[in-house]
């Protein structure tokens, strides 16, 4: 029998989750999905989707910690495909002072998750 969710942020084993908005050359928007987080720095991410991503064009990235939810633009920089799933670097922006802080955060706990999983016995 599953249980209810009854905490009120968000799960560090669910950090690595996303949604992206895909932005054609001229700005016109595209594609929406999910993906996940292979990687993050300040600057940018590496992002694994299901679909492939056109080198060059930008994404609208929207990243949630807690209580926060940030959107980040990027430009893909690289892509290629990865065991039948496609992973593209990514560039960011444009963000805000208090995005900066938010996605400072996010790094944090993306990496203290990503060490906690590497110990975990069985996995």
Known sequence: MKTREHRKFIRYDALHLLDYLVLDEEGKTGDYSMGRTIDVSIDGI??????????????????????????????????????????????????????????????????????EMIREPGE
């Open 46 to 115: 590496k992002l694994e989707t299901v679909y492939p991503l056109k080198v060059g064009n930008h994404l609208v990235i929207t990243v949630g910690l807690e209580d926060d939810l940030i959107n980040l633009e990027g430009r893909i920089t690289h892509t290629a495909p990865r065991d039948g799933r496609f992973v593209s670097g990514v560039t960011f922006l444009k963000i805000t002072k208090n995005g900066r802080r938010i996605l400072g955060k996010y790094v944090e706990a993306f990496r203290k998750r990503k060490s």
